[in-house]
């Protein structure tokens, strides 16, 4: 059913697009709220960015190392969707209509490619990987389960796995707000690049599911800490170029070799018992 309601608005998104609705309104009225905490906004919108939301995620692969795949399987989907949709339409950002004394833009200014929001489509493709991955392991889990009460599966999770998805989808959303709030898209920029990113979690999700023999391997395992870790380093790069929402990038970095840390912490005794 969200797959459903997500291509509705991403069609919705795209009919807007193509009529030009007017969302100057609307975007200025977000934007506004920049003036509030311009560094909380900026470190909100880092979460958009692939490499910082898989190197924040870190930590799941010691948890719940299917729902990071999820997400990592998403990505190619939802960024030849994006780069598609991005090259049909070539659609002018604010600062291409708008005068800058307009509106408030924090970080760099950016122009061309606006439709849809990238940032928004990794920080909801995130958000459906984890709902598509815990649905599918609590329909897995349950002794209840039966075609007959398939529909109905989702309703049988426990507090902790709907705190999780709703912090999840709360983030996402704030991620698209913020890519308003720091003057870089329009509303339907978000809300195709929304839609974009649960359909794109949804598949990677699935893909996760479906290949597990393919990466629940230990050296697979050890492959993907090593893979944050590498993008931890660009991260680490861009501390020194990016002084508006740093602490972000920082968190990326300490979960990639935290996680890390604490894999080879857990070898050293699983070693020491055997």
Same mark, same amino acid.
Not at 28 to 34: K, L, Y
Not at 156 to 179: I, P, Q
Not at 204 to 226: C, E, K, P
């Given at each position: 059913?969200?797959a #459903?309601? !997500? +291509?509705?608005? =991403? ?7 193509? $009529?030009?609705?007017q969302q /100057?309104?609307?975007f200025?009225? #977000?934007n !506004? +709220?920049?003036? =509030?905490?311009?560094?909380w906004?900026a470190?909100? $919108?880092f979460?958009?960015? /692939?490499?910082?939301?898989?190197? #924040?995620? !870190?930590?799941?692969? =010691? ?5 990071w795949?999820?997400?990592l399987?998403a ?8 780069l598609?949709?991005?090259? =049909? ?13 307009d ?8 122009r ?22 815990i ?12 075609p ?9 999770l426990?507090?902790s ?13 704030l991620?698209g ?31 996760a ?28 790069n861009?501390?020194f170029?990016d ?7 920082w ?13 080879c912490l ?9």
């Amino acid at each position: 059913m969200s797959a #459903v309601v !997500a +291509v509705m608005g =991403l069609l919705l998104a795209i009919g807007l697009q193509v $009529t030009q609705v007017q969302q /100057t309104p609307l975007f200025i009225s #977000v934007n !506004a +709220v920049t003036v =509030l905490n311009p560094q909380w906004w900026a470190g909100l $919108t880092f979460l958009g960015d /692939t490499a910082v939301t898989l190197c #924040v995620m !870190a930590p799941l692969l =010691l948890m719940r190392p299917t729902m990071w795949v999820g997400v990592l399987a998403a990505i190619p989907v939802g960024g030849i969707t994006s780069l598609t949709l991005k090259w =049909l339409f070539d659609a002018p950002r604010p600062a291409e209509i708008l005068a800058l004394t307009d509106f408030h833009v924090v970080g760099s200014v950016l122009r061309g490619h606006s439709f849809p929001s990238g940032h928004t489509i990794t920080a909801f493709a995130a958000a459906g990987a984890l709902w598509s991955c815990i649905w599918f392991a609590n329909r897995k889990n349950s002794a209840m389960y039966s075609p007959a009460t398939n529909q109905d599966s989702h309703s049988n999770l426990d507090v902790s796995s709907w705190f999780a998805l709703a912090f999840a989808f709360l983030v996402a959303v704030l991620v698209g707000v913020s890519r308003m709030a720091v003057g870089a898209h329009w509303p339907f920029d978000v809300l195709a690049g929304a839609c974009v990113g649960w359909l794109a979690g949804l598949n990677g999700a699935f893909i996760a599911q479906r290949w597990q023999s393919a990466w629940q391997t230990t050296r697979s395992v050890w492959l993907l800490h090593f893979l944050c870790c590498a993008l931890s380093l660009d991260l680490l790069n861009r501390t020194f170029e990016d002084p508006i929402g740093v602490h972000m990038l920082w968190l990326g970095v300490v979960s990639a070799w935290g996680a890390l840390a604490v894999k080879c912490l857990q070898s050293v005794i699983s070693a020491g018992k055997h």
